[in-house]
């Protein structure tokens, strides 16, 4: 049998700009893709702080190092720049995986860079 696991938490991301007329996802800084095991395409959970709305959309690269938070087309509805988000991935594992698993987390400043 498979679990859903969460695989990865970027925590206290503020949301940077909004693109309504784009074609959907979020995008993330590099940066912080690379710390917590998230790649450019995969499907993403994106809770808002601010407002309680979620939405499940894909990820797109954004310039490493910019802190750059952006929701692009629908998503754009569901948050303001200067919301805190809660972003999550998850990965299906046997229980005897999810054991032995640990969920990559990073907290990120006022900036969206990784607090040391």
Known sequence: MLITFCKSKIAHAIITQSELYYEGSITIDET??????????????????????RLETY?????????????NGPAARMGFVGDKLIILSYALLDQQEAKQAKTKVVYL??????RR
Do not use: F, M, T
């Open 109 to 114: 400043d006022e900036k969206n860079h990784v």
């Open 59 to 71: 990820v797109i690269a954004g310039q490493a190092g910019s802190g750059q938070v952006c929701l």
């Open 32 to 53: 912080l893709l690379q710390a917590v095991d998230l790649i450019p395409g995969e499907k993403v959970e994106v809770l808002n702080v601010n407002n309680g709305s």
